[in-house]
């Protein structure tokens, strides 16, 4: 056994680590989600976690300004306080903040998002206590340089109580990204979808002087359980201080047999089959069609085109959350968890409800497409509460309670079966011509008619 030196060498971090190469573990859209999440964090404190109604965000905004040139965000959400400002500049969080539901367990956003976006930074805060500006300097970021002292000073306080995040020398790669129209569009979609439940609840988020709306999800719904019709699966309970939400069911009627290959071809703009995952009203990952989410396991099968109009959402909520089930990117799930592993477990039922739906009515769609007509779409986290107001107790979970979608069953089995074969485009127009008269028919034409001609014929 080696004998102990009595000294001591340095295992802290270097600054290439956090400036270089921490960077890299996230890409540049959700460096800039992190941005509002503090914003959305700063509102919640002020709130003091009181969240009840419909609104309770109402008057909150951010800002966010971005070109080719630079990058500001601005927010009212209440300033840094005092006594939190080492707290919020160190790299990493000495300790996870309680009673507070938001998803930033490591303390390590703001600082990541500055890094990965500029080549210097301000930050200013006006708190009810003070204020303060922070300057991050091109000397402090060269990775070369190992000074971890930030130069900070008072400013003049001002009315409006909120952080001002400023980055007006962009790193080159960010520079090409924000003079992309197809970049900035793409994070206002991101920005809708991750923040979505936020907005709804009264929140603002402004990009480039647009005020950006809410993308969230819509299941068809009966508005009774005793009636048969299109409805979720739905599944709540409460786990060590979370609570769960479980909701899988149908977001459009079912894809046809014809449509499959041309839908596959030409996937719909608002696509939004799969299992999403929220997390504190945060969306952690977009429709899943993997087996992450339960998709080929357990007796679901694999994601299929004719499974195209499910869709449906894991929710966890807390005040404790480094309970939940996320990375440090907090845009991916830590999946082996048994939170998520007992969430994943009634997500699966709610798929096997409908994929089951969807192979028994497959060929006759028309035919289910009466029930989807007597139903209504609605808001999944707002309007859709099955479980609660109609489940029934689940065996070993006092907490828990459940309601089977209930789908209907097909009285008879007549479904449609499609014929499909090619040939030779010569062919197919000598066909044509004799068939119609002209050569140019579509091809499914052709068939079609040949197909019905036999049938008569088969009659006689």
């Known amino acids: 056994m080696a004998e102990p030196l009595g000294e001591t060498i340095w295992g802290g971090p270097t600054k290439r680590f956090f400036v270089s190469m921490l960077t890299r573990d996230i890409e540049l859209r959700d460096a800039i989600l992190d941005l509002i999440d503090n914003c959305v964090d700063g509102a919640t404190r002020q709130l003091k976690g009181k969240l009840k109604g419909a609104r309770p965000y109402d008057g909150y905004i951010a800002h966010l300004t971005l070109s080719n040139k630079s990058f500001d965000i601005s927010d009212n959400c209440g300033g840094i306080p005092q006594a939190a400002i080492k707290d919020a500049f160190l790299l990493g ?13 490591y303390g390590i956003g703001m600082k990541r998002a500055i890094f990965k976006i500029g080549e210097e ?9 003070g204020a303060f500006h922070v300057s991050y300097t091109r000397d ?6 190992d000074e971890w002292d930030l130069p900070i000073e008072t400013v003049r306080n001002k009315k409006q109580k909120g952080v001002t995040v400023v980055i007006p020398t962009l790193r080159p790669d960010v520079a090409r990204q924000f003079g992309n129209a197809t970049f900035i569009n793409g994070l206002r979609t991101a920005i809708s979808e991750h923040f979505g439940y936020l907005i709804q609840k009264g929140f603002s988020i402004h990009v480039n002087g647009e005020a950006l709306r809410p993308r969230t999800l819509q299941l068809f719904s009966t508005n009774s359980p005793k009636h048969i019709g299109i409805r979720p699966y739905d599944f709540e309970s409460d786990d060590d201080g979370v609570h769960i939400r479980v909701t899988v069911g149908f977001y459009r009627p079912l894809v046809r047999i014809e449509e499959i290959d041309e839908e596959a071809e030409r996937p719909h703009e608002t696509e939004q089959a799969g299992i999403s995952v929220i997390c504190n009203d945060r969306l952690v990952l977009l429709n899943d069609i993997t087996i992450k989410t339960g998709w080929g396991d357990g007796g679901v099968p694999k994601y299929h085109p004719q499974f195209r109009g499910i869709a449906g959402f894991i929710i966890f909520s807390t005040d404790h959350p480094e309970k939940l089930p996320i990375s440090t990117t907090k845009r991916d799930l830590d999946v082996g968890t048994d939170l998520f592993l007992h969430a994943r477990r009634f997500c699966m039922e709610g798929l096997r409800e409908c994929t089951e739906f969807t192979n028994k009515w497959k060929g006759m769609e028309d035919e289910a497409s009466k029930f989807f007509g007597e139903a209504k779409r609605q808001d999944v986290r707002t309007e859709v509460a ?19 979608a209930g789908l209907p069953i097909p009285e008879k089995r ?9 040939r030779k485009e010569d062919v197919v127009r000598k066909v044509s011509t004799h068939l119609f008269g002209e050569p140019d028919e579509k091809p499914s034409n052709v068939g079609q008619e040949c197909f019905d001609r036999m049938l008569k014929a088969s009659k006689k």
Do not use: C
């Open 93 to 105: 969080r000495p300790k996870v903040e309680q009673n507070i539901p938001t998803i930033g367990m």
């Open 121 to 129: 930074a301000s930050v200013e805060s006006y708190a009810a206590d």
């Open 140 to 145: 402090w970021l060269d990775p070369e340089n």
């Open 386 to 404: 099955l479980a609660a107001k109609h489940g029934t107790a689940v065996r070993g979970d006092k907490t828990a309670r459940k309601l089977s």
């Open 414 to 422: 007549n479904p449609m079966r499609r014929i499909s074969f090619t």
